[in-house]
């Protein structure tokens, strides 16, 4: 059973924890689409093919299993091939992978993420923790993180136990006194648990538990979280 009260940092993951990543996905790649539909319009032709796409994507990572941990530069790697292959002028990737990223960072929280936030950072160091590429800074929420680790920038991803061991170094806390909190069952729970921190898995879709080792504690919302802190003493 978790003991609240010896926890002395939170890490957090971000997509899918703090704010739906998908829906944000499809918007910045609709953005993307349009301007290579301006700009590229052999490459927008081409990528229209979803099948197309998938296969873009799919010989960037095979030929580049170095930048698996790192979906930003997948990404960008997947639109200067898919500007090659069109026949397009590769020097336009970084602006298009701009034009990406600035729809990517603008991000819907869940309804009780930016209040919950404020409540926990008032009360223990919070340590971003994720796979994705998210910038807090432009997001507008770094103000509320005393550290943030990213797969990409780090060297590896979650489940790898020195991205957790980093981000307790980061805390100044030691890996048993700190709760990780992710919607990611194998990438957060287990590997956070393998690592030695206390686990949290945020389950809001209401789906069923699979595996044997079990959260330190499961929850809806990070409201709940915030309620068993305001029982125990500050």
Known sequence: MLDINK????????DDTLW??????????AALDAWLLKHAVATRTLLSDLEKRHLIREQVEHDNPQLAHDVASLRKEAIRSALRLAGDDESMTDVAFGVFMDVRHE?????????????????????????GNADLGRIGVSHLFSGALAAGKFGVGKPDIRIFQAA???AGAPLESILHVGDDASLDVLGAHAAG???AWVNRGDHPW???VLPDLQI??????????KQAPA
Request: with cysteine.
């Open 7 to 14: 926890i002395r940092a939170i890490s957090l993951d971000l």
């Open 20 to 29: 739906p990543i998908w829906p944000t996905i499809a918007k910045a790649e």
């Open 107 to 131: 991000v819907e929280f869940y309804e009780d993420s930016l209040e919950s936030l404020q409540y926990l950072a008032g009360r223990l160091p919070l340590i971003a923790l994720s796979n």
């Open 168 to 170: 307790a170094d980061m």
């Open 197 to 199: 921190m206390k686990t």
């Open 210 to 212: 699979t595996h044997d």
């Open 220 to 229: 809806t919302n990070l409201h709940e979280l915030c309620a068993l802190f």
